[in-house]
């Protein structure tokens, strides 16, 4: 199994920057591919980012391409989230989940999850 934790949320102005860490615990984090998600109230959680497990593949929503960059270290067991160029509509609590089989931009296919950190972007 995999536990998660995120941090790094805040508050931030349009235009800035924010780092979002995903700390996991767990055997098998280093052969799990990771993702980031977001989500708004009353809205359906949406998929940011994707990493294989080696790193060697990448994938982003387009809303956040050339803007968000996701990376890993398995030696550290930890995810991350780069965010520049922040706009208020990335303004969501957003969530890194796990998973050993599957790389993908569906919620349902992550068996782990964290608890979550609120980014708020003010214009």
């Known amino acids: 199994q995999v536990q998660l934790v995120e941090s790094g949320g805040g508050l931030v102005q349009a235009g800035g920057s924010l780092r979002l860490s995903c700390a996991a615990s767990g055997r098998t984090f280093s052969n799990s591919h990771m993702a980031w998600f977001r989500q708004t109230p009353g809205k359906e959680r949406e998929f940011v980012a994707a990493i294989t497990w080696t790193g060697s593949i990448l994938s982003y929503a387009d809303s956040v391409k050339g803007r968000f960059t996701i990376t890993r270290d398995n030696a550290k067991n930890a995810a991350y989230l780069q965010m520049d160029s922040l706009k208020p509509e990335d303004t969501a609590d957003y969530y890194c989940?796990?998973?050993?089989?599957?790389?993908?931009?569906?919620?349902?296919?992550?068996?782990?999850w964290g608890q979550g950190t609120q980014v708020t972007v003010s214009s």
């Open positions: 989940a796990a998973d050993e089989r599957v790389i993908s931009r569906t919620p349902q296919e992550y068996d782990y």
